[in-house]
């Protein structure tokens, strides 16, 4: 066996060093070169951590161990892998017999500008785990990646809300679904809304439950939009995200889809799993069965 460690921000030898006492495997750092390299691959940290390392993860097919140590940890928790105890279990059951082995999708974030340009490279594709989206979670994130690591993991998104929300406007989105006509979700020009979140995971932000009916091997996108609203009954709405009771508001409109594309009145920035990503327009699709992830529990017949 051989295994690869990558460690994130907020890991330290000592995390890796409970892992590396349950087995025999030959320890190298970083990224394997190839499939020949290693077996597997552990990834000490949070999302951001784990979303650095999605495009080459992709590539390589191997099994992939999310152990959370990092502020944020909502791809983990959403593998069944709150603690890192649980990711020692399944790293343990892998060694034993693979049986927990499974895979899960990703979403694919690509930029539409310059397409039309006929020279112009084909732009890049953005892999991510959880959620991404535009409009004001996006300004909470920015906010929140200038926090310390401590304050992010324990309160910083709620913390940087109403700073945000204060200085916040909403912004004019179209949002087009695939079809015989391309039929758009959000018609005309666009309507005003103050976020849309493409979700492939329930969670983001450390717990908030922007999609709750988000799974991440149903190959669909969970979309979250909430449109133009009184910025005090947004204030008292954000609080139900954390619950999934947003979905029970007038102003929130919640579907599933395999791709959209979303334009906006101007560029806007694009951040996915906590990270910044790109800016609109956008094309948002779904990468089914990319990810070979270590599940906490044996892959069920069926």
């Known amino acids: 066996m051989r295994a690869a460690a990558i460690l994130g921000p907020g890991a330290s030898p000592q995390h890796l060093r409970a892992f590396q006492e349950h087995s025999t495997a030959t320890w190298l750092s970083g990224v394997p070169v190839n499939t020949d390299a290693a077996d597997a691959v552990l990834i000490f940290g949070g999302d951001g951590t784990a979303h650095r390392y999605l495009a080459d993860l992709v590539r390589l097919r191997l099994p992939v161990l999310v152990v959370p140590c990092g502020s944020g940890n909502d791809f983990a928790r959403a593998l069944g892998l709150g603690k890192v105890r649980d990711a020692l279990a399944a790293w343990r059951r892998f060694l034993a017999d693979g049986s927990n082995v499974r895979a899960i999708d990703l979403g694919v974030i690509t930029p539409l500008a310059g397409r039309d340009g006929g020279a112009a490279p084909a732009p890049h594709r953005h892999y991510f785990s959880t959620v991404a989206g535009i409009g004001l979670d996006s300004e909470v994130a920015r906010r929140a990646n200038r926090l310390p690591r401590w304050l992010r993991g324990n309160g910083g998104y709620a913390l940087c809300l109403l700073p945000a929300l204060l200085n916040y406007t909403p912004v004019l989105a179209q949002i087009t679904l695939p079809g015989p006509k391309s039929a758009p979700a959000v018609p005309g020009r666009g309507v005003p809304i103050f976020l849309a979140a493409f979700a492939n995971a329930p969670a983001y932000g450390g717990g908030m439950k922007i999609a709750p009916r988000a799974r991440l091997d149903d190959g669909k996108l ?27 508001f007038a102003e929130v409109e919640y579907f599933q889809t395999e791709s959209l594309e979303l334009k906006t009145e101007g560029p806007l920035e694009v951040y996915a799993d906590g990270e910044y990503l790109c800016r609109t327009p956008i094309e948002v699709g779904v990468a089914a069965g990319a990810l070979r992830i270590i599940a906490p529990h044996p892959r069920t017949k069926g």
């Not at 204030?235 to 029970?248: D, E, K, Q, R, S």
């Open 222 to 248: 969970d979309v979250c939009v909430i449109h133009e609203i009184d910025k005090g009954k947004l204030f008292c709405l954000f609080p139900t995200v954390y619950f999934g009771n947003h979905l029970n």
